[in-house]
């Protein structure tokens, strides 16, 4: 069974920096390109980044280019998405997601994230 | 730009709803529904406008090519009652835009 288990969210001023984690398991973490998706207080989904299987091609929403780094470890089957310049709109429940197809097939639970003073 | 109506949906257990979904340029075949409960994750429903992810129950039925797409449910389950999003994945790499959402609530 996939298992896609997200952590490091918190409350962080505005301007600052957080490193999210999703430790991913039941599946070929390798094999597999990987994503991360947000989704603000009541709001919509939105995706964020994804990576390739080897992490050689990595792809952003505008919003967080420049800012948000994604990276993996397939050795250690972690996928990570580190966060700086944090703006007050970058607010949200970040999930780490499966991506295959184009598609997101897995997801994990989520991990809230809070950007305020 | 993902467009889905109705924002809201009131309907009762039994019934059969549709929810729409129109893109602003053609997808072709290339839109996925998913459905997301309070407080946990979304699940894929349905992709290439029509197949049914393995798993997800028959009354589940999707249809649509090109600009306009719709997710079908033919007869509502008290498990049913969630929120609907569209997702386009027409190009690659990206974007991979989702649409507003649909809140499908008990009448």
């Known amino acids: 069974e996939v298992q896609l288990v997200e952590s490091g969210g918190g409350l962080v001023q505005p301007g600052g920096s957080l490193r999210l984690s999703c430790a991913a398991s039941?599946?070929?973490?390798?094999?597999?390109?990987m994503a991360w998706v947000r989704q603000a207080p009541g709001k919509g989904l939105e995706w964020v980044a994804n990576?390739?299987?080897?992490?050689?091609?990595?792809y952003y929403m505008d919003a967080v280019k420049g800012r948000f780094i994604i990276s993996r470890d397939n050795a250690n089957n972690s996928l990570y998405l580190q966060m700086s310049s944090l703006r007050g709109e970058d607010s949200a429940v970040y999930f780490c997601?499966?991506?295959?197809?184009?598609?997101?097939?897995?997801w994990g639970q989520g991990t809230l994230v809070t950007v305020s003073s | 730009q993902m467009t889905q109506s109705p924002s809201t949906l009131s309907a009762s257990v039994g019934d059969r709803v549709t929810i729409t979904c129109r893109a602003s340029?053609?997808?072709?075949?290339?839109l996925a529904w998913y459905q997301q409960k309070p407080g946990k994750a979304p699940k894929l429903l349905i992709y290439?406008?029509?197949r049914l992810q393995s798993g997800v129950p028959s009354r589940f039925s999707g249809s649509g090519s090109g600009t306009e797409f719709s997710l079908t449910i033919s007869s509502l389950q008290p498990e049913d009652f969630a929120t609907y999003y569209c997702?386009?994945?027409?190009?690659?790499?990206?974007?991979?835009?989702f649409g507003q959402g649909t809140k499908l609530e008990i009448k």
């Open positions: 340029h053609s997808l072709r075949d290339w």
């Open positions: 990576i390739k299987q080897d992490g050689s091609q990595f």
């Open positions: 039941g599946f070929a973490f390798s094999n597999s390109w």
């Open positions: 997601a499966t991506w295959e197809l184009r598609l997101f097939t897995s």
């Open positions: 997702q386009q994945y027409d190009r690659f790499p990206m974007p991979y835009t």
């Open positions: 290439d406008a029509s």
